[in-house]
């Protein structure tokens, strides 16, 4: 074999590594939140859609995974991965 063996595949298995620790456990640590998140919707609670829209939760559905939230013009029905786990928070925060 010679002098490449395991340190002609060094390299690779750095880049390998350092894209994990960097890119990839991090999104599936996001991904996980939002799912939690969108599980313990409740009644009551103030969201934002992903797309903007303002409103309040006022059904759940574990069917299908929906929920219906009211809006000034009426209510509508969402899916659940469409509410924004970063814009809710953020609007249910204690002002400072």
Request: with cysteine; net charge positive.
């Amino acid at each position: 074999m010679g002098e490449g063996g395991i340190g002609a595949f060094m390299p690779m298995i750095l880049l390998f590594a350092v894209l994990y620790f960097f890119m990839i456990a991090p999104q599936m640590k996001r991904a996980k939140k939002e799912k939690k998140f969108a599980a313990e919707l409740k009644k009551g609670d103030k969201i934002v859609t992903k797309s903007g829209m303002h409103g309040k939760v006022v059904e759940l559905n574990d069917k299908d995974n929906s929920c219906v939230i009211e809006t000034l013009s009426g209510k509508i029905k969402f899916d659940r991965s469409a509410v924004s786990m970063e814009m809710s928070t953020k609007l249910n925060a204690p002002a400072k």
